[in-house]
């Protein structure tokens, strides 16, 4: 009779309540890789039980670090001056600052993550980088978001976790194109040297944003330093005779963002693989200059 009643009661709440999903405020449809969400997901519940918890969801993380140190990710938390407060996977870290830390290719990463949290094209703050996965002596390249949080006590911190070699998601592509964008509509073409420099989050594992003209002529160079001077992207071809950058300026003068896709040589096996391109259209001291970077087109099971 008892269990019986608890049961009603437990039915009556949920019919009063709803069956409230707790990630129904977090907009996820950009992701096409399970990985992807899932990280989103993990690094989201710990910043609402520390917006919640504070100090005893801190100690509840520090008594639970095998639940937060899982294969392929694991949760940190900072403070906004850079001190780890928080690692469920590198314990040495807690207390130090890692505001001047740079990865191998001289990524400044917390520093990365502040602009990341603060950047509305940016909504997860995801930043891309190499690091060291605990127990392994060789660095890997990562993907990692961000959640900033105030607790209780109203200090504001960040919480984040990466995966170890992500998916490349159409969205990592297109934060830090749109993001180009903004900056060269704020700082015009001085803008050029922070998007070319290798150590900004405009260039991450083989994703380099680049410009170029109408004419096909190169702004900002992917490859290299300095503009290409026997190149015109508009005559560039794949390995199907497709012109994706040609094709793309004929479709700016309906819009102003374009998505195409084309084929290239898989730089291992040398199979063909299908390309992502996204591109956007600014104007720069009154004329046009299309963004924009390729990545592997994303291929979910």
Known sequence: MRKSLCLLLVAAAVVAGGCRNRYEELDLSMYQYRDTKDLVKFV???????KSGGAQALEYF??????????????YIYDMDGVNIYHAGMKNLEGKN???????????????????????????????????????????????????VRMPNGKDVYVGGGINYPHEEKEFVRIVVDSAVDLIRKDGTSAYAEISNPASQYSYRDVQVFAFRPDGTVVISPVVDGEFSQMNLLDCVDEVGHKPFAQAVEQFKTRDKVWDVFMAKNKYQRDLVKKCLYLRKVMVNGKEIYVGAISDLPQPS
Request: hydrophobic share 30%; with cysteine; glycine share 4%.
């Open 44 to 50: 989201y519940d710990a910043a609402e039980k520390l």
């Open 98 to 148: 890692l505001w001047e830390v740079t990865d191998r290719n001289g990524k400044k990463i917390t520093q990365l993550i502040m602009d990341a949290l603060k950047n509305p094209d940016n909504p997860h703050a995801w930043v891309h980088y190499s690091w060291w996965q605990p127990g392994k002596f060789y660095p890997v390249p990562k993907s990692s978001c961000h959640f900033m």
């Open 62 to 75: 520090r008594d639970n670090r095998s639940l937060y140190n899982q294969d392929g990710h694991y949760l």
